[in-house]
């Protein structure tokens, strides 16, 4: 998808791979000669001693000069390699800064598109959408709460005063109700003692003219 919106391919990175991958063949080949020509001439060597031994110096000197040549061309191979290794990090370091491009130019291009296909006008009205949605849910949320029918026509400020009458009345028969019913403290009587009777009363005058009056109306 990428590699058709940026309209490019990978060759130049596959490019610097193969030529990474050709320089470590050459590195190993020169390492592998360099390690030849070093047993040739530890060979040189020990043939130089044996001639030493042996009393011919001639041969022992043709095999130091051979040793020499062997080391003249080990010295050209680990040049060589040092040259192969300055190429291969040269190449590396450009590969990395290749790769790191490609992907900065890889990501704006995937940001330009996507940028295109969402216009900030489309944003907008999303938004107006969200927003006009969110007020109709609203709405109908207090449609849904107000009351309907008889309930609608109930006065809040008449109900709400004669719940605090009814919380007065409440309150009032909590603080009154335990003095009202409680009972009567009986009367204490030493023992041994009986009551006194109350004194009777004293007739009035009119009150014996009617008991005199009961008493002829019997006879």
Known sequence: MFNRILGKTKQPSNNALTTLDKLNETLEMLEKKENLLQKKASAEVEKAKAYTKAKNKRAAIHCLKRKKLYEEQMGQL?????????????????KATTDTVDALRSGAAAMKAMQKATNIDDVDKTMDDINEQTENMKQI???????????????EDELEAELEELEGAELEEQLLGPASTAPAAPVQVPAGRVPARPAPQRRTEEEDELAALQAEMAL
């Open 78 to 94: 680990a040049n060589f390699q040092l040259r192969v290794h300055d190429q291969m990090i040269l190449l590396e370091g450009a």
């Open 141 to 155: 949320q207090e449609a849904l709460a107000t009351p309907i029918g008889s309930a609608a026509d109930f006065d």
